[in-house]
T-cell receptor, first 114, second 112 residues
Framework: NAGVMQNPRHLVRRRGQEARLRCSPM?????VYWYRQLPEEGLKFMVY????????ESGMPKERFSAEFPKEGPSILRIQQVVRGDSAAYFC????????????FGPGTRLLVL | DQQVKQNSPSLSVQEGRISILNCDYT??????FLWYKKYPAEGPTFLIS?????DKNEDGRFTVFLNKSAKHLSLHIVPSQPGDSAVYFC???????????FGDGTTLTVKP
C-alpha cells in the first residue's frame, strides 16, 4: 500500500509565477490536509478537504492560495503570483476518516521562490 | 495565540537514558493527541497517540502520558537510541474537527 505521494519534491519559482503542488492520498483515504512549514517553525494547518469539498480552509491565506480535491485525481494546492515569503515546505496528509484519526504525511514539496 | 506549545526547542540525552519531551495545550476541546517524528527532508511520521479518555499509552520504547487537568502531555522514550535523533512534534485534534494543531517541535539528539 503506497503511502501519501507528493510531487514535485522540489519546486523553484520566480516571483509572480504560479506554483502547483500535488498530493495523492493513501489508498482508501478520502480526507486530505495541507500544512505549511516555514523555516524554523512548526507545521501550520492550511486546509482540510474531502472529495470535491473544502471542509475547513481557516488556515489558508485569503488571497493567491486555493486548494481542490476533485473526484478523480490528486489534491492540488495552487499558489498564484508567488512571493518570497511563500518559500516553505508544504506537506500533505491523509486519513481514512476525519476527527480522531491519525494523519499520514507525504514527503513534502519544498518551494523556493527566487 | 499558540494553542499547542513545546517549550523546549531542543533536548540532548545520552544513549540508553530516558528522553522526556513535553507539550502543553490550552484548548479544552482537544481530545486526541499525537506525536510525530520528523527527519530532515522527510514528512512527519506518526509515532504514538492517546485519546483523552486515557492517561497513558505505551508502544514499545515509547510511552505517552496525558494529564488533562494540567493540559499537559509528555512522550517518554526509554532507552533512547541514536536513531531516535529527530524533530518531535506534538499535535492535538478536537472532536468534530479534522485539522490537527501542531507545536513547533523539539529537536532530540541522542549521543552515543
Amino acid at each position: 500500500n503506497a503511502g501519501v505521494m507528493q510531487n514535485p519534491r522540489h519546486l523553484v519559482r520566480r516571483r509572480g509565477q504560479e506554483a502547483r503542488l500535488r498530493c495523492s492520498p493513501m489508498k482508501g483515504h478520502s480526507h486530505v490536509y495541507w500544512y505549511r512549514q516555514l523555516p524554523e517553525e512548526g507545521l501550520k494547518f492550511m486546509v482540510y478537504l474531502q472529495k470535491e469539498n473544502i471542509i475547513d480552509e481557516s488556515g489558508m491565506p485569503k488571497e493567491r492560495f486555493s486548494a481542490e480535491f476533485p473526484k478523480e485525481g490528486p489534491s492540488i494546492l495552487r499558489i498564484q503570483q508567488v512571493v518570497r515569503g511563500d518559500s516553505a515546505a508544504y506537506f500533505c496528509a491523509s486519513s481514512p476518516r476525519k476527527q480522531g484519526e491519525t494523519q499520514y504525511f507525504g514527503p513534502g514539496t519544498r518551494l523556493l521562490v527566487l | 495565540d499558540q494553542q499547542v506549545k513545546q517549550n523546549s526547542p531542543s533536548l540532548s540525552v545520552q544513549e540508553g537514558r530516558i528522553s522526556i519531551l513535553n507539550c502543553d495545550y490550552t484548548n479544552s476541546m482537544f481530545d486526541y493527541f499525537l506525536w510525530y517524528k520528523k527527519y530532515p527532508a522527510e514528512g512527519p511520521t506518526f509515532l504514538i497517540s492517546i485519546s483523552s479518555i486515557k492517561d497513558k499509552n505505551e508502544d514499545g520504547r515509547f510511552t505517552v502520558f496525558l494529564n488533562k487537568s494540567a493540559k499537559h502531555l509528555s512522550l517518554h522514550i526509554v532507552p533512547s537510541q541514536p536513531g531516535d535523533s529527530a524533530v518531535y512534534f506534538c499535535a492535538a485534534t478536537p472532536t468534530n474537527a479534522g485539522k490537527s494543531t501542531f507545536g513547533d517541535g523539539t529537536t532530540l539528539t541522542v549521543k552515543p
